[in-house]
């Protein structure tokens, strides 16, 4: 077995994990062998990545003499017979789309052993965890995604009885509400019995496909496009700064704090603003001021919107597992965001979000066709996705006794994923991990604090 050590700042001391060796795990039945495009918001060359996720399981004395890992190796074999495309493997087609040949050719699946408990991980900030990638196996490449498993999933079991669930998964296959319908499927199969998933899974990717005759755009969609940079200006200091001179902090947003935000609001838009939007104009707005841009600089933040059950968009099938997501942009000039109230990067938060409407997804997906798939721009953008209702945290293998369950890193830099989470005094609320050079992370609290006028506000968020 391979053997990894690390540090856990909680309990002054290295834990070890120590894995065995990795083996597939294939459909329990037989399944169709075909080839399945994927939709056009699928393949963008943004999604082309793994993600990585990690749920941690506290000791349930009902289930001494039961293995956390067989039960849900078992399970998973019988949940890909629904989900068999998830066994496949993605081919790359003419004009670069990408296709899952349906071989069950099989997911990878390890287990392994830690020396610590998992209740030491109840002491730490909700990100980095430390320690993670030992409770992770992935592919070595995490960009490349063709040829090669579309999931790789890790039980590590822990002294105490507890257990992790870590798995890195393509993002093109996936979304997050769909990958947590298949791990909804897979908790279900391991701890009620039942033959199949009580939610089908729903292909249908063709519902998110380009016109056959794409028309002229109206929109200009920004997140493809990069914002203008004047040659005498420096590039931008999230993309040049190294690695090991970023810090990870991880703001906490309660009651007490969002109530302190909207008194920054004129009375009118107090209630009006959902709690995602003013979080993402506090963060985004201080944020742009603690990386000292120039003024005439232009900065943006760009959003994972959801379009499930949205009445705007078209409506996506129960079951469908793909990616539903549209990606508007919000910007304005570094000065302008330093300068202005709080009401005005919230305003231009709230545009952007009612701006994206199915005419605009349509249009999406024509231009990212039309330009060969192309990446998110990511100079001088603050990327949000909102996971709190994701159902990260209800996945349960019939363990119970969560203690986590969600997204491990802040990578890249420049994102934040909002999750559910706690301060150090047991309060629930929003959790907003993010990266940022050291200089810039002591200047964001301070502009945080100062637009809150609280002196209480700190990075003490917990598991």
């Known amino acids: 077995m391979e053997s990894h050590k690390t540090h856990l700042p909680s309990i002054e001391r290295t834990y070890t994990v120590q894995r065995a060796k990795p083996v597939l795990v294939v459909p329990a039945e037989p399944t169709p062998y075909e080839f399945k495009p994927l939709s056009d918001i699928d393949d963008q060359d943004g999604l082309r990545f793994y993600t990585k996720a990690v749920h941690l399981y506290k000791c349930e004395p009902s289930k001494e003499g039961q293995d956390p890992a067989r039960v849900i190796k078992d399970a998973l074999a019988k949940t890909l017979v629904y989900y068999y495309p998830i066994a496949g493997r993605l081919r790359e087609d003419s004009g670069r789309k990408l296709v899952v040949e349906c071989n069950s050719e099989g997911v990878v699946f390890v287990e392994a052993e830690a020396d610590a408990r998992v209740e030491d991980f109840k002491k730490v900030p909700v990100l980095p965890i430390p320690g993670v990638q030992n409770l992770l196996y992935g592919p070595e490449d995490g960009h490349k995604i063709t040829n090669k498993p579309l999931l790789y999933m890790q039980v590590t079991r822990f002294k ?35 033959c199949s998933p009580s939610v089908k899974p729903v ?24 914002p203008e940079t004047p040659n005498d200006m420096a590039d931008d200091i999230m993309l040049t700064t190294p690695s090991d001179e970023m810090i990870n902090g991880s703001f906490f947003f309660g009651l007490k704090q969002l109530q302190a935000l909207r008194k920054c609001l004129p009375l009118h838009m107090r ?57 508007p942009v919000a910007r304005a000039t570094a000065g302008k965001l330093k300068e202005a109230p709080l009401m005005y990067s919230l305003e ?12 605009f997804l349509q249009s999406v997906m024509d231009h990212l066709v039309a330009q ?92």
């Open 160 to 194: 105490c009885g507890g257990f992790s669930l870590g798995y890195e998964t393509c993002h093109v296959i996936a979304d997050g509400p769909g990958f947590v319908q298949f791990l909804a499927a897979v908790a279900e199969l391991a701890c009620d019995n039942k």
């Open 203 to 226: 292909w249908d990717r063709h519902i998110l496909s380009a016109s056959s005759i794409p028309k002229k755009s109206l929109f200009s969609h920004l997140a493809y496009h990069e």
């Open 271 to 327: 209630a009006k603003a959902t709690n995602f939007e003013l979080i993402t104009a506090a963060v985004w707005q201080s944020r742009a001021i603690a990386l000292k841009y120039s003024p005439n600089l232009e900065v943006r933040v760009q959003f994972v919107l959801n379009v499930r059950g949205k009445r705007r968009f078209r409506k996506i099938p129960e079951g469908y597992y793909g990616n539903a997501l549209v990606f």
């Open 348 to 359: 231009l938060v709230r545009q952007a979000i009612e701006m994206a409407t199915d005419e």
């Open 372 to 463: 060969g798939r192309p990446h998110f721009v990511d100079t001088r953008t603050y990327l949000v996705s909102d996971i709190t209702r994701a159902g990260f945290d209800a996945v349960d293998f019939g363990w119970g006794g969560r203690v986590y369950g969600g997204m491990v890193t802040v990578v890249p830099a420049g994102a934040s994923f909002f999750m559910k989470g706690r301060n150090e005094r047991g309060e629930e609320g929003v959790v907003v991990p993010l990266c940022l050079p050291e200089f810039a992370m002591k200047r964001f609290v301070a502009e945080i604090k100062g637009l809150m006028q609280d002196p209480d506000f700190n990075i003490y968020a917990r598991l």
